[in-house]
C-alpha cells in the first residue's frame, strides 16, 4: 500500500512540473504554418462589457500565471459627446489617463462628492468602493480613457464587479435587490413610490446628456452648472414647495452621495497630467516619462505606477530588465517591434505590435522595445508598483556591464578585458539608442571589433 501512494505522488509531483512547465511556456501555433510563434506576452483582445449608443467600456482581462505577482486588467471607455457613464462603484481599484477629450469626474471623497476636470494627459485615481460617474459635457469632441483596473481587492480572484446605484431596469440599481417593502420601510414612501422610481431608467449604463435622449434624474443633475450642483440637489430637499412634497430620486441624491454641505471645501486628491512634467529621459532617439507614488500619493496607495514612452523612427528602448515590477503596455500610436527573452536566454517573444495593440513583460524579464523604421512608437505603460522602478539597463553607456569589474566581465564571457571593453564601450548613446546601419563588413572595415 505504501509503494502504491509513492507512486502516486510521484506521478502527481512530475505532472505537475510538466503542468507548470507547459503554462510558463505558453507557445501559440502560428495559424496556417506548421512553426510555433511565442506570443504569450502579447494581451488578447479586448472584450465589451458596457456598450449603448452613448459609448462602450471594453476590457482586456490579463490571464493568469505563475509568474504574475499582480493581475492588472486594462480598461477602454469611449464616450459620445454630451454623455453621462451613470453612477456606479468597482470592487476594483481604478488609475484613469485621458487619452483624448475632456472629462468631469464626479466621486465619493471622504463622505463628500467632489468633481475634478480631467483633460489630455491627466492620471487620475478612483479607489475600490467609492462611487463614481463620468461626464462628457464637450459638445462634439469624443471621450477616450484607458484605465488600470487592479482586482487584487475584488469579490472574486481575476475579475471585477460593477455596483450601480439609482438606475432602473437597465441597468439595474442595486437597491432594487432589497425589493419594494424594504425600501418603502427604509426610505419611509409608499412602496408605490419606491417601484415607480426604480424602473424608471432603460438607457444604459452610459446616457447621452441632450433633451432628445435621456430624461433621467442623473441627466438632469448633470446638466446643473458645476458650481450648482450640490447647491441645487440641497435646496430640492430642503425646500417644501407643492412641486417637491412629492417623493423622488431629487431627495434620495444626498443619501445615496453621502452629500453634508456643498459649500465647503474637501482636500480631495488632484489630477496629474503626465504631459507636463519633464522627461525621466530625453535625447534625439525619444523619451521615457515615469510617474510614481512619491510624485502622486494616489499612486502610492494603489500600488501601480504609470510611463510614457516616444521612440522615434528606428529607435530602440535598450535591452533592460525591471527589478520592481511587471509591466502592462498600450500602443498609442505608430509601431514597432517588442522582444521579450526568457530567464534561460532563450528568445520568448519577438513580434509586431500597433496601435491598440497590448502587451506585458513580467518582473525580471529582459526586454526591450524597436520603433518601425517608418514611423515613430508611442506606447503608455502601468507597472505594478509605485515605487521608483530603476530599470536596469544591459545594453549602452549607462548599461550595468560599465559598473561591472572588466576583469571578472571578461571571465564570464571568456574573452580579453580589452575585447570586452571595446565591445561595451561601441555604444556611446544611453537608454533610447539610435538605429543602426552597420553590417559585419562595416564593423571590419571601422575596425570596432579588430581586437
Not at 507547459?22 to 512553426?35: A, L, M, T, Y
Not at 449603448?52 to 467600456?57: K, P, Q, S, V
Not at 488632484?270 to 521615457?288: A, M, V
Not at 571595446?422 to 555604444?427: E, P, V
Request: net charge positive; charged share 20%; with cysteine.
Amino acid at each position: 500500500m505504501g509503494k502504491r501512494l509513492w507512486l502516486l505522488l510521484v506521478v502527481l509531483v512530475l505532472g505537475y512540473g510538466a503542468t507548470m512547465a507547459i503554462g510558463f511556456k505558453g507557445e501559440k501555433p502560428k495559424s496556417g504554418e506548421g512553426d510555433v510563434k511565442q506570443e504569450w506576452f502579447l494581451l488578447p483582445n479586448s472584450e465589451s462589457v458596457i456598450k449603448t449608443d452613448a459609448g462602450e467600456m471594453r476590457v482586456v482581462r490579463s490571464h493568469g500565471g505563475r509568474i504574475f505577482e499582480k493581475l492588472l486588467h486594462i480598461g477602454f471607455i469611449k464616450m459620445e459627446p454630451r454623455t453621462l457613464f451613470l453612477p456606479l462603484y468597482l470592487d476594483s481599484n481604478l488609475i484613469l489617463f485621458i487619452h483624448a477629450g475632456q472629462a468631469t469626474v464626479g466621486l465619493i471623497y471622504k463622505d463628500h462628492m467632489v468633481e475634478r476636470e480631467l483633460k489630455n494627459g491627466d492620471v487620475y485615481q478612483i479607489p475600490a468602493g467609492s462611487t463614481f460617474y463620468i461626464l462628457n459635457t464637450e459638445e462634439s469632441q469624443r471621450l477616450h480613457i484607458i484605465c488600470s483596473i487592479d482586482p487584487s481587492e475584488s469579490l472574486n480572484m481575476g475579475t471585477f464587479q460593477p455596483f450601480f446605484i439609482g438606475e432602473g431596469t437597465y441597468p439595474t440599481s442595486v437597491l432594487a435587490g432589497f425589493g419594494s417593502e424594504t425600501l418603502s420601510t427604509a426610505f419611509n414612501v409608499s412602496a408605490s413610490k419606491v417601484s415607480g422610481i426604480l424602473r424608471k431608467q432603460q438607457e444604459g449604463p452610459i446616457v447621452y446628456l441632450t433633451h432628445s435622449h435621456g430624461s433621467s434624474i442623473w441627466t438632469k443633475f448633470l446638466l446643473l452648472e458645476q458650481q450648482d450642483r450640490l447647491k441645487h440637489v440641497k435646496r430640492m430637499v430642503q425646500e417644501r414647495t407643492e412641486e417637491e412634497k412629492e417623493w423622488s430620486w431629487w431627495k434620495l441624491l444626498p443619501n445615496i452621495f453621502g452629500i453634508q454641505d456643498g459649500n465647503k471645501k474637501h482636500k480631495a486628491p488632484k489630477s496629474y497630467n503626465i504631459y507636463k512634467k519633464s522627461p525621466d529621459f530625453k535625447n534625439n532617439y525619444g523619451w521615457r516619462t515615469e510617474v510614481d507614488g512619491s510624485e502622486y500619493k494616489p499612486l502610492k496607495n494603489a500600488g501601480i505606477g504609470i510611463f510614457l514612452v516616444n521612440l522615434t523612427a528606428g529607435s530602440m528602448l535598450a535591452p533592460h530588465l525591471n527589478p520592481r515590477a511587471t509591466e502592462y503596455s498600450i500602443v498609442l500610436r505608430g509601431s514597432g517591434r517588442v522582444q521579450v527573452v526568457y530567464p534561460n536566454g532563450t528568445l520568448a517573444m519577438d513580434t509586431y505590435v500597433k496601435e491598440g495593440d497590448m502587451f506585458w513583460v513580467p518582473r525580471y524579464f529582459p526586454f526591450c522595445q524597436i520603433a518601425s523604421k517608418s514611423e515613430p512608437f508611442k506606447f503608455l505603460g502601468f507597472t505594478t508598483s509605485s515605487h521608483k522602478n530603476r530599470p536596469q539597463f544591459l545594453v549602452g553607456a549607462n548599461s550595468l556591464f560599465h559598473t561591472l569589474n572588466n576583469l571578472e566581465l571578461a571571465d564570464a564571457f571568456g574573452v580579453s578585458k580589452k575585447r570586452i571593453r571595446r565591445l561595451i564601450n561601441a555604444q556611446h548613446e544611453s537608454v533610447i539608442l539610435p538605429s543602426s546601419s552597420l553590417t559585419d563588413d562595416d564593423d571590419k572595415k571601422n575596425k570596432v571589433f579588430a581586437f
